[in-house]
């Protein structure tokens, strides 16, 4: 169990060893030991009189050619760190905006609206009149609205300005870190960390919040705009693990970030004349589409489509051998895939223009023609199917019931069942009686330098026994999947007695006749705002801002460039946010000390860096007492 705390994904890492192939843990032992100024953030190749690295001893160089320190050298990568996880957000949600207006204007038919209601939300929220309009206009001008938040402007990023606190935003104007465009953020991120420019350590992490306000105004916009496309999600039943892919079917697995194609994937795969086909190809149970990653996420909470795997051992998917076609779009792909599926019948399809991988199989997207991609890609899967070898074919047989699809629409009206005018004081009553101690959202990934898993389930159980309410995204989303943290059974086994309670008054109330999930499951990683829109709601009725809630965040196991930015920007919210991974910080005592202590004088949140899963949760436990204590409600 040392690779992963999961019996699936240790078993088909058991099948790589007969294949001969190399997964992520077998390159990641390769590595070791891995570079030391690398791990404390004292490199530097921002120039070619590089690369530059500073001795974290007394003996050796204390700055770089160009005269940079310690601090201004982590400083500047933890900045471009934030940068490169906003253009990934940015990305995603621009393609999703020029969707909307392409949707809007009739050039892509296979998108329509489908919450109307969504759309004449985000549109009032935006300042867009809505009243006498068709659902297109107002999409068209939403769309419109949205690309103008890409570029430099002379007022705020609408997505950010208008869904957080007036407090939190006159705290932001103060300390100068509004941003006022996604992309222009991202370069002038970029612009003050490159050669000769900014060397104030200080001022490098407040770019780094400004940027990653703008990372957090990117995720607002992709979750609003693809709930307007292809709707608000409500709790669903589903399943999780490896033991979703199925023996006598064409398995097709959607991975990635992006919903645009993988609802169009789903869509085709119910199609009489593709299940025939495939059914002609002898997969006599037709067609499964399974998850991987966020894009798995977004299908499991709209359509039920089970959850396989998360990013960290998405190559264990093909190693079930039965896997036909592996359909991903971009982020957190791993380009080790195609050294897998060389063993094997399986097809990568790239679907992207700036996310090929060599040896795959490249079939563009295309918004106009979104349908006819899909119906291709399931026919070249069925294609591959007739080459599969019975012989390879080892599936796990271990999956988890698992409920998704708790958007915050779906909170408010899970809460309404108790107080139909007022939804949300049942959840402020609980918290001030203490039957609800705070708020947790997991976040984040999983990463090679922990046993997959590990870190979460030992949180979990630790805080969910406080009566702690938990949220959670993205692969912590998988991560409790997998080991059945998202059911009602869950909450009756490891709840405390006052979460108990609240969830199973909601669930009975609801009609299920028992608890609500111990895990409330919230989407994707752009989907983290999901879980903030609840808090700022709860402190904009309460007439205060988000410091003052007792709630925090957690990425127990994170490893990309976009939890730094999500991390940052939950920091700027106001909120205490673990990492179990220790950032490449601790080379510069001024940074570790400004992200740990000094943030927190300026915004209210900070971050707890803490490896130990049963420390962290003893500090995230010790975060909410403090915020209860200064509300004055019992600790």
């Avoid at 709707?231 to 992006?258: E, F, Q, Y």
């Avoid at 291709?376 to 271990?398: C, G, L, Y």
């Avoid at 803490?610 to 007492?625: F, G, H, R, V, Y």
Wanted: proline residues 5%; contains cysteine; negative net charge.
């Amino acid at each position: 169990m040392e690779r992963s705390m999961d019996i699936a994904t240790t078993e088909a890492l058991k099948n790589a060893i007969a294949l001969g192939v190399k997964t992520a843990w077998d390159r990641y032992e390769e590595q070791l030991p891995q570079c030391g100024f690398g791990e404390t953030g004292l490199c530097c190749r921002n120039c070619m009189q590089g690369p530059c690295r500073i001795s974290p001893f007394d003996e050796g160089p204390k700055a770089g050619v160009c005269g940079a320190t310690a601090d201004v050298m982590v400083a500047r990568g933890i900045l471009r760190a934030v940068a490169a996880g906003t253009a990934s957000h940015g990305g995603h949600a621009k393609h999703m905006a020029h969707t909307l207006l392409k949707s809007a204007t009739g050039e892509a038919s296979d998108y329509p609206i489908k919450d109307e209601s969504k759309l004449r939300a985000v549109a009032e929220r935006i300042g867009i009149q809505t009243e006498g309009r068709s659902k297109e206009e107002i999409a068209l001008e939403v769309a419109k609205k949205a690309l103008e938040d890409f570029s430099e402007k002379d007022s705020p990023l609408t997505w950010a300005a208008t869904t957080v606190t007036k407090a939190r935003v006159e705290k932001f104007l103060k300390l100068g870190v509004v941003p006022t465009g996604i992309d222009s953020s991202v370069s002038e991120a970029m612009h003050r960390s490159t050669y000769g420019v900014d060397s104030d350590p200080v001022n490098l992490l407040l770019g780094a919040i400004k940027c990653a306000l703008a990372d957090y105004a990117a995720c607002h916009m992709a979750t609003d705009i693809a709930d307007i496309l292809f709707g608000t999600p409500s709790p669903v039943k589903s399943m999780a693990n490896l033991g979703v892919i199925k023996k006598d079917t064409i398995n097709i697995a959607l991975h990635g970030h992006n919903p645009l194609l993988s609802e169009m994937v789903v869509q085709a795969a119910g199609e009489p004349e593709l299940i025939n086909m495939a059914k002609e190809a002898g997969a006599l149970d037709g067609i499964n589409v399974v998850g991987i990653c966020c894009t798995g996420n977004e299908v499991m909470m709209r359509h039920k489509i089970p959850l396989a795997t998360s990013s960290v051992s998405q190559e264990t998917a093909l190693l079930t051998g039965a896997i036909d076609a592996m359909v991903v779009d971009y982020q957190c792909v791993m380009p080790g895939l195609s050294g897998i599926s060389e063993c094997l019948h399986t097809k990568i399809i790239t679907t992207m223009p700036i996310s090929k991988i060599p040896g795959a199989v490249h079939i563009e997207f295309k918004e106009k023609e979104a349908l006819k991609v899909a119906r291709e890609i399931i026919r070249t899967a069925i294609e591959a199917f007739k080459n599969r070898d019975p012989n390879k074919v080892n599936i796990p047989d271990a999956s988890s019931v698992a409920f998704a699809g708790f958007s915050t629409e779906a909170v408010v009206q899970a809460l309404s069942l108790l107080n139909k005018e007022d939804p949300l004081k049942p959840l402020i009553d609980q918290i001030v009686e203490g039957n609800i101690y705070g708020v947790c959202l997991f976040a984040g990934c999983n990463t090679v330098k922990v046993p997959q898993d590990a870190n979460y389930l030992r949180m979990i159980q630790i805080l969910a026994k406080q009566n702690v309410l938990i949220l959670a995204t993205g692969c912590a989303s998988g991560a409790f999947a997998r080991h059945g943290f998202m059911t009602p059974e869950a909450t009756k086994e490891y709840a405390g007695d006052g979460l108990k309670a609240v969830l199973t008054a909601i669930g009975e109330a609801a009609g299920l006749g028992g608890p609500l999930p111990l895990v409330l499951h919230m989407g994707s990683c752009v989907d983290n705002t999901r879980a903030a829109d609840v808090a700022v709601a709860v402190a904009n009725k309460l007439g205060t801002d988000l410091d003052s809630l007792p709630v925090v965040a957690s990425a127990p196991e994170p490893v990309t460039e976009k939890a730094i930015a999500i991390g940052t920007w939950a920091v700027a919210a106001g909120l205490p946010t673990h990492v179990g991974v220790v950032p490449p910080v601790l080379g510069s005592r001024v940074v570790t000390e400004v992200l740990t202590s000094g943030v927190k004088d300026l915004l209210g949140g900070y971050f707890i860096v803490e490896t130990d899963p049963e420390k962290a949760s003893e500090k995230l436990l010790n975060a909410l007492s403090e915020r209860r204590r200064a509300l004055g409600l019992s600790a």
